[in-house]
């Protein structure tokens, strides 16, 4: 199955579509324009880019909110917090200070106000 990214007029994921392989599959090769054509066809929708759960395709999964920047050819995630800086390697979102190491027990929570990671005991 191959999953298409619907975007709007500012390259905003406003949904994720599933279409079936044999539909994007010309002469044994996969082409990402048969999918947006189907598309098109279907939806009368033209803004579409291909996305994979595996992130082989435009760095990340698109998802609904994610952006499509067509200077990379990427997709990326809502800015979890005003902080946060994109890595330009990896296209990923992160913080000022990096999250301590895990301890058994605990998890870290981002404290925007503080910029800091905040130990957390799960048991409450």
């Known amino acids: ?9 500012n390259n905003v994921v406003l949904a994720v579509h599933v279409v079936n392989n044999d539909v994007i599959t010309i002469d044994g090769v ?41 200077d990379f050819d990427v997709f990326i995630a809502p ?6 800086k ?16 895990e301890i058994e027990g605990f998890f870290w929570r981002w404290s925007e106000i503080n910029k800091e990671w905040i130990k957390v005991d799960i048991n409450g």
């Open 1 to 9: 199955m191959a999953h298409f990214a619907k975007l709007d007029e």
């Open 79 to 84: 800015r979890p917090y005003p902080s946060w």
């Open 30 to 70: 996969e082409s990402e324009q048969a999918g947006i054509i189907f598309l098109t066809e279907l939806h009368g929708h033209l803004l579409w880019k291909q996305t994979s759960y595996n992130s082989n395709t435009r760095a990340n999964y698109a998802g609904i909110g994610c952006t499509y920047d067509p």
């Open 86 to 101: 994109l890595n330009y390697t990896n296209y990923k979102w992160e913080a000022p200070v990096a999250m301590p190491e």
